[in-house]
Nanobody, 128 residues
């Protein structure tokens, strides 16, 4: 059973940076499609970015709201996926979740319902 654990959330100032981690157990991160999503109170879950499993080339797909600011990466040795968040804005305040699946097609990556495994989330607050 794949398990995901997010960490790295906290308080950041506008314009600042945070790096979130998604530690994977019960499976190899290189064999998983991993996505990051967020949800703010009263809002729908939003797709941020996903990285495909290594066997499909490891391509990354970004949502429009974070293109140019957020970067996803994978460390196979640590079995972890990272989300580097730069130029943070107050509207980035949300609970951030990582999700994983063993076999998604490219067009399915932005849809959270397609992922089989989810972490518990980590809170990110951007405020001065």
């Amino acid at each position: 059973q794949v398990r995901l654990e997010e960490s790295g959330g906290g308080l950041a100032q506008p314009g600042g940076s945070l790096r979130l981690s998604c530690a994977v157990s019960g499976g190899s991160v290189r064999d998983l499609d991993v996505g990051w999503f967020r949800q703010a109170p009263g809002k729908e879950r939003e797709f941020l970015v996903a990285i495909r499993r290594t066997g499909t080339g490891g391509r990354s797909v970004y949502g429009d709201s974070v293109k140019g600011r957020f970067v996803i990466s994978r460390d196979n040795a640590k079995n972890t996926v990272f989300l580097q968040m730069n130029a943070l804005k107050p509207e980035d305040t949300a609970t951030y979740f990582c999700a994983a699946d063993r076999s998604l097609i490219l067009s399915s990556l932005p849809r959270g319902n397609n992922y089989d495994y989810w972490g518990q989330g980590t809170q990110v607050t951007v405020s001065s």
